[in-house]
């Protein structure tokens, strides 16, 4: 399968990354962590000063980030200006602060040619997959960055699945306290995001896919079940 583009959204917690980095190792394609760039730029700015409530600033500062994204989905890194903020962007400031970056509509113009710009090398020669492809996750890829894309995929899942996952990733236990330590992360990053894209409701062609009741491996493989559908 030639210069497949694989295109999946959803919410916070219900297995986007994972998923995606599953399906793209199976296939043998580039994996592009859309989330992981607003969240560099969050970094970005906050490195250099920038107030987050300064739209216009913010934007111009995202414009300048010297953002280098590795697409080798089993080692998938994020570097700006030769540091590795692959970590950095995963702590707790950063989660509390990036929705702000994220509805930024200007930073979000920026970070979506950047993406296409991506998609499009990975569909021509790209250093990973030398042209076989891209699998690409986010909240509008499916509707904004990607709409052409071969496979477009919506994952969800219930709010309970999705809180007791991120509980585990974050907290190492998705017990009663660390779910309710998480709640406010995910239910609120959703809720501010969903003023600037939609990710809840498939748009028409793409296809969901609930993991609800599903494990990491059963997931990738219902993914991979609507690849190899398109035929």
Known sequence: MNALVVAI????GSGKSSVSKGVARALGLAYLDTGAMYRAATWWCLDRGV?????????????????????????????????????AIRETAISAAVSAV?????????????QRAAIDAERAS????????????????TTVVAPDADVRVLLT?????????RALDVHGSADAASVEATRDQVLRRDA?????????????????????????????????SVVRARG
């Open 51 to 87: 107030d987050l409530a300064d739209q216009p600033a913010v934007a111009d500062a995202v414009r300048a980030m010297p953002l280098v994204m590795g697409v080798d989905p089993s080692a998938p890194t994020v570097t700006v200006g030769g540091t590795d903020v692959g970590a």
């Open 157 to 165: 899942a219930s709010e309970e699945a999705r809180l007791a996952r």
């Open 126 to 141: 790209g250093s990973f997959s030398e042209g076989r492809g891209i699998v690409a996750e986010g909240r509008d890829i």
């Open 192 to 224: 501010d995001d969903s003023m600037v894209v939609q990710f809840h409701t498939a748009a028409d062609g793409v296809v969901t896919v609930d993991s609800s009741q599903l494990d990491l491996p059963q997931t990738i493989e219902a993914v991979l």
């Open 9 to 12: 959204d959803g919410p916070s």
């Open 102 to 114: 994220a509805t930024n509509l200007a930073v979000r113009d920026e970070l979506r040619r950047l």
